[in-house]
């Protein structure tokens, strides 16, 4: 979000830009102050028009602060790609209707070519071989667009860190994955 682009407000004595921008600060949520969240809402009740041209935070409802979204914004579109609406739904359906986007993004990799990092990445995964657990610090222009691609082809498995669970430590390539190494080899 970007705070510049506020209209400077008008017939609001004492309202400067930057105080209109540390009231919409406020109620985005990267400051927070009860004074400044009633002083908002007081200038908001009249001045809808002007904040609705913005793509910031406009109004909260039922303890949950709602987004005045910009019919043509890169979030808009995002929640109409996933099917989402945050006026009627919640953070679990939010979290259900991306589930559902991976999954079909997942099922739609493996008839696509594959790209220059997933090459790299087959290339040097193969000189260690199969089955082989390989740090994932030592495969290059491996990051996770790359590595969540092998893994959806089956080309791939991931493992994580011993001491850290939650993240990705080794990449293991597949009988699958070198096959189509091979193939890619003798295309070229």
Known sequence: MTFNRVP???NCPGFTETRVRDLL???SGKLRNPQLDREFDEWAAGHSSQILETDLLASKRNGRQRSALNPNGPLK????????DPETMDDQDMKRLVEIAQDKWRVSIPGTALGKREKQALQQLAQHGVDVAVGSHQIKNCGPDTYERLEARGFLETRSRESYP???GYFVLTPAGLDAWQKEQART
């Open 8 to 10: 400077a407000p008008r």
């Open 25 to 27: 600060k406020s109620v």
């Open 77 to 84: 579109q995002w929640y109409n790609q996933i099917g989402f």
């Open 166 to 168: 939650d993240r990705i």
